[in-house]
């Protein structure tokens, strides 16, 4: 056990910790069957179109990109710290992102405009690159 700002932390390695995170997605969702990228603290944001305002949300926690065996067959998952609702996005084939350092615009299925703030920018921009490659192969299809 680990010792940080008078908190006990477990030593737990990246394949622990990614098999525990699983467990946790599986209790929610029985379809996740894989994390493809984990980003450790994310804050929420929704863009209002009519003021052209943005607003932060009561959403902030780790995100988790996923591979479900069912459809849709990817999401990311926002599991909350703030309150117990998680914000849920499907990957689907009209899913648009665009990067700005440290946050991830995107417009979902909805077409509601969402931004992701992310504490990592480099963690920010490995979500972009594997939502740009899953976008991209979602275009040839």
Known sequence: MASQNG???PNLDEKTTKVLNLTVLQRRDP???EILI???HVTFYKFDTSTSQWSRKDVEGPLFVVKRNAQPRFQFIV????????????LLGDFECEVQLPYLLYRNAKRE???IWFYNAAECEEVANL??????LLAVY
């Open 7 to 9: 908190k006990v932390r």
């Open 31 to 33: 379809f996740v069957e």
């Open 38 to 40: 984990t980003s450790t």
């Open 79 to 90: 599991m909350n710290r703030l309150n117990t609702e998680n914000l849920v996005e499907d």
């Open 113 to 115: 405009v969402n931004g």
């Open 131 to 136: 939502f740009s490659r899953y976008c991209s």
